[in-house]
Nanobody, 125 residues
Framework: QVQVVESGGGLVQAGGALRLACTASGVTIDGRAMGWFRQAPGKEREAVSCTSRSGSVFVDSVTGRFTISRENAKNTLYLQMNGLKPEDTAMYYC????????????????????WGQGTQVTVSS
């Protein structure tokens, strides 16, 4: 049984930082593309980042502030979020892709077969 579990969300002031973690079981993150998505109230789910062996990509709004990394030995993916802004407030979801690489279609949610339940990030102004 596949499980993807996010953690690390919380309430932080603007300019602060959080590190989200995503631990998977029943599926190996090594050798597959892994992504982070977010959804703010009243908005559509948005792709934030994807990482694979060939590199990582980010949505423009977080480039330079967020980094993504993985610790394969722990089967865990991380999203380091620095310089947080109120507009970063959202539920953040981790997703494991059935593909090896992120590709130009990395932001398409259909490329990810396994999803976590999300962790809430709230940034106060």
């Amino acid at each position: 049984q596949v499980q993807v579990v996010e953690s690390g969300g919380g309430l932080v002031q603007a300019g602060g930082a959080l590190r989200l973690a995503c631990t998977a079981s029943g599926v190996t993150i090594d050798g597959r593309a892994m992504g982070w998505f977010r959804q703010a109230p009243g908005k559509e789910r948005e792709a934030v980042s994807c990482t694979s062996r060939s590199g990582s990509v980010f949505v423009d709004s977080v480039t330079g502030r967020f980094t993504i990394s993985r610790e394969n030995a722990k089967n865990t993916l991380y999203l380091q979020m620095n310089g947080l802004k109120p507009e970063d407030t959202a539920m953040y979801y981790c997703a494991a892709s059935q593909y090896v690489e992120c590709s130009a279609s990395w932001s398409y949610s259909g490329r990810y077969g396994y999803w976590g339940q999300g962790t809430q990030v709230t940034v106060s102004s």
